[in-house]
Structure formats: C-alpha cells, structure tokens
C-alpha cells in the first residue's frame, strides 16, 4: 500500500497552482501567486506537508479573492493565515474525520 502524498496540483477557487518539492527551501512552503506555484519542503511528513499544503492555498485563496491588497501586510495576512491554520483547520479536519467514518460503517 502506498502512503505517500505527493500532490503535483492544486486547484483553488477554479485556479490551477502547480505544487514543486525542494530540498533547500527555508520555511515549510512559500507560494508564488504570479506564476501560480506553491513550493513545499521536501521531506516533510504527511501531516505537515499537508498542513503547509493548506497554509499556502489559504494565501491564495487571499489574492484570488483580492482581501490581500486590503490587507497590504505581509505580517497581517500571515497572522491571519496562521489564525486559520491554528482555530478553523481542526475543526475541518476533525469534521471531515468524523464524516469519514460514517461513511465507511
């Protein structure tokens, strides 16, 4: 059985963001919104590659939405990102966990 997680795509909000690996990256993850490229750390585990996977689609999900020129800080939107990443991103992962569960009883 295979147990790796590896997307190669994402689509976010009918965008297609190109998802590459790199061994050197600094931070977990970065996006490029420009080209449309989120950048993950390789070597990651499931769960952080994931969560990184998430953090940066939230930022696109930001641009996209035009809220990142409002915001016009790149330490507000972080801090709000990470809001999400801390208080909603459980919960959905819980939820969807639950529901999961159900389904396959």
Do not use: W
Not at 28 to 56: A, M, P, Q, W, Y
Not at 60 to 67: T, V
Request: aromatic share 6%; hydrophobic share 35%; proline share 2%.
């Amino acid at each position: 059985m295979n147990t790796s997680y590896n997307p190669r795509q994402i689509t976010i909000g009918g965008h297609k963001y190109k998802i590459v690996y790199k061994k050197d990256l600094e931070d977990f993850g970065s996006l490029d919104v420009d080209k449309k490229i989120i950048t993950i750390r390789s070597g990651l585990k499931i769960n952080d590659k994931l969560d990184t996977i998430l953090h940066e689609a939230f930022h696109a999900c930001l641009a996209i939405s035009g809220l990142s020129y409002l915001i016009d800080d790149e330490n507000k939107e972080e801090a709000l990102v990470r809001a999400f990443d801390s208080l909603l991103l459980p919960t959905i992962k819980k939820e969807l966990k639950k529901t999961l569960k159900k389904q396959q009883n």
